[in-house]
């Protein structure tokens, strides 16, 4: 199992040009999450996903758009990009199965530097 | 709503000597705890959990945290640090609810000098 991968690693945008980072899992997990992390600020929560199709607001939702168009992606854009959201993004999956809780898997990081 | 305080941004600590990383949670009730490791350039992983029975929790790389209801305090411990302890910790913790949606502390750095 690769597990929870993000593509790309890193990225340099330019005010006001948009991308998408996509975040891709093969555990079958049902929820997805979007983060950033900044430092001292922990990490805050973006966007999150229950299952296909479905989509929810976390913590610092503007400026970004998510879709899960198919259970095992989680896409997250930003439409115009803003030196504000340079950051590392990470995304993470959750598995409703076993009964007890369980914990997040994270995958590596995506950073990126808006100019 | 939940909370999560990590007392300390950074910690530092000589080789060999005793790892306290705290944490506190506000809760009404008491929720799923979690500790997180994450090493440079790196995505988080998991140190260990509770979420119920035995209040003294096992993680890996020879980490442990005691669930303390009266203090609501979950804080991370390692009896002799290694040069390879060095990393960001994160504590979280999760509602019992089924909301899955977890609420992460600020992090401590641990720094371990030789």
């Known amino acids: 199992n690769a597990g929870v991968t993000q593509t790309p690693k890193f990225r340099v945008l330019k005010t006001g040009q948009s991308m998408t980072l996509l975040c891709a899992q093969d555990?079958?997990?049902?929820?997805m999450y979007w983060y950033r992390q900044d430092p001292g600020m922990g990490l805050r929560l973006i966007h999150y996903?229950?299952?296909?199709?479905?989509?929810a607001k976390g913590e610092v939702p503007d400026g970004y758009n998510v879709s899960r168009l198919k259970k095992q992606n989680f896409l997250l854009g930003l439409e115009s990009a803003a030196p504000s959201q340079t950051s590392v993004y990470f995304c993470?999956?959750?598995?409703?199965?076993?009964?007890?809780?369980?914990?997040?898997?994270f995958g590596p990081g995506t950073r990126l530097t808006v100019l | 709503a939940q909370s999560v305080t990590q007392l300390g941004s950074h910690v530092s600590v000589s080789e060999g000597a005793l790892v306290l990383l705290r944490c506190n949670y506000s809760?009404?009730?008491?929720?799923?705890l979690f500790w997180y490791v994450q090493y440079p350039n790196q995505g988080l992983q998991l140190l260990l959990k509770?979420?119920?029975?035995?209040?003294l929790v096992k993680g890996i790389n020879g980490f442990e945290a005691e669930f303390k209801k009266s203090e609501t305090s979950f804080h991370l411990t390692k009896p002799s640090a290694h040069m390879s302890d060095a990393a960001e910790y994160f504590c979280a913790v999760s509602d019992r609810g089924g909301s899955y949606i977890p609420t992460f502390g600020r992090g401590t750095s641990l720094i371990v000098h030789p």
């Open positions: 809760s009404s009730v008491p929720p799923y």
């Open positions: 996903s229950v299952g296909e199709g479905t989509t």
């Open positions: 509770y979420t119920t029975g035995a209040t």
């Open positions: 993470a999956s959750y598995s409703l199965a076993g009964g007890s809780y369980n914990e997040q898997f």
């Open positions: 555990m079958n997990h049902e929820y």
